[in-house]
Each structure stands twice: as structure tokens, then as C-alpha cells.
């Protein structure tokens, strides 16, 4: 159970993530208890007015992979290459921002600390292309929805209701 709340993208596909729910998030939102619910419809409306920014499905190149988090909750990412869009964007909705984070570091979690580089021995004995294209991290990432989390409660949103 969640008690936190966030604006995030989401990948259209994501085969490399060794976790549920695999997300970029725009803005962590922080915790939701002893806060009021309409909160929520009002983050709800500015995550539509970030997508309006972006316009529409987007892709972003990823650019490395790190281990983020504290010693105990460390987590492997890919780090992406924010577009002017993403950046604008994610201005539209700082206001949200609860995170001890103060700089916008884009980055999609995969899982658990040395996920990533697990996936990197792919088996190339027997070429075929499911397995070639198996377990392989990829170069850039496709994202075509939008989800606004409140606690366990989310709203998910197909970018492509805002192609232009």
C-alpha cells in the first residue's frame, strides 16, 4: 500500500524492468495522509496541462544506468536524456515537488541494485531473435501514457489523446 503521491510517464513497453509499476517521474508529490483528496483532482488537471506540453507519445534516449536510493533501497535506473519538453513540463507541475531532491534527474527504475547489469550477458550461442531481443537494455525509451498517483488510487492517461 502506497501513501504517497506523484505524476509520472510511463513506458509503452518496458521487457527490461525486473519490477512492477516501471515509471519516469515528473513529480513526487510526497505523502497524502493529512492531506485533503481534492488534492488530487487538482494534480490530476495539471498532469493533463504537462501533457498538453509534451504533445502527445514521446520517446527519450537513455543515456547511462546508475544505482540511485539509500543503502538498504538501492535501485538500478536508466538515466534519460530530457527534451525541451520534458523539462517544460516538468516546470508546469514543480509546484507539486516534495521530493529532498531539488534538481529533476529524469530515470526510469528497473529493479533491485545490479538488475541492469544482469541483463547485459545475453547468450549469444544460438542467435534467434527473441533471444537476441530478450533481456537487452534499451537505447531509448517509448513513453505513451501519463499517470497521476494518489496513494493506491491512480489516474492513467493516454499521451496520445494530446497529439497535436
Keep these: 500500500m502506497s501513501d504517497d503521491a506523484m505524476i509520472a510517464f510511463l513506458p509503452a513497453n518496458a521487457p527490461y524492468v525486473k519490477q512492477d509499476f516501471p515509471h519516469l517521474t515528473l513529480v513526487y ?20 496541462s504537462a501533457a498538453r506540453a509534451i504533445g502527445g507519445s514521446f520517446s527519450l534516449n537513455v543515456t547511462g544506468v546508475d544505482t540511485l536510493g539509500d543503502a538498504a533501497e538501492e535501485v538500478d535506473v536508466l538515466l534519460m536524456y530530457p527534451t525541451p519538453q520534458l523539462l ?3 516546470k508546469m507541475v514543480e509546484s507539486w ?9 529524469p530515470h526510469v527504475t528497473i529493479g533491485p541494485a545490479g538488475s541492469a547489469y544482469t ?15 530478450r533481456n537487452v537494455l534499451p537505447n531509448s525509451i517509448f513513453f505513451n501514457r501519463l499517470a497521476v498517483c494518489w496513494g493506491n ?3 492513467i492517461f493516454s499521451l496520445s489523446d494530446y497529439d497535436y
Design 153 to 155: 488510487d491512480r489516474l
Design 119 to 133: 541483463q547485459r550477458d545475453v547468450d549469444t550461442s544460438e542467435f534467434s531473435y527473441s533471444r537476441s531481443s
Design 97 to 105: 515537488n516534495r521530493s529532498e531532491f531539488a534538481e529533476f534527474l
Design 29 to 48: 508529490a510526497g505523502p497524502i495522509t493529512d492531506r485533503d483528496k481534492s488534492e488530487f483532482n487538482v494534480m490530476g488537471k495539471d498532469a493533463i
Design 88 to 90: 517544460i513540463a516538468r
